[in-house]
């Protein structure tokens, strides 16, 4: 089992950066791919990005290619989620998720443990 804390979110103007950080404790952490999902207000929680166990293979939403970076440092038992360019339609609740797959998958069900997310509210 592995425990999962968000971190790093915040508010900030419309092209402003933002870097969210998931801290893992519990099993070996490297064992795990891992993904980041947001869910806004009244909506579903959507994909944003995952990333492999050794950060070989990453893949990304299409809303956010070019803006968005996950990577992972397995020695910090760390996966962080590089936010530039932000827009207000990026406002949502954070997760990060680990599944013990090494699948990037985008569905929310694939995906074992959760954290309780971190909150990015992003102003016009």
């Known amino acids: 089992q592995v425990q999962l804390v968000e971190s790093g979110g915040g508010l900030v103007q419309a092209g402003g950066s933002l870097r969210l950080s998931c801290a893992a404790s519990g099993r070996t952490f490297s064992v795990y791919a891992m993904g980041w999902f947001r869910q806004a207000s009244g909506k579903e929680r959507e994909f944003v990005a995952a990333?492999?166990?050794?950060?070989?293979?990453?893949t990304y939403t299409d809303s956010v290619k070019g803006r968005f970076t996950i990577s992972r440092d397995n020695a910090k038992n760390t996966v962080y989620l590089q936010m530039n360019s932000l827009k207000p339609e990026d406002t949502a609740n954070y997760y990060c998720a680990a599944t013990s797959g090494n699948v990037l998958s985008t569905i929310p069900g694939r995906y074992n443990y959760w954290g309780q997310g971190t909150q990015v509210t992003v102003s016009s």
């Open positions: 990333i492999s166990r050794s950060s070989g293979r990453t």
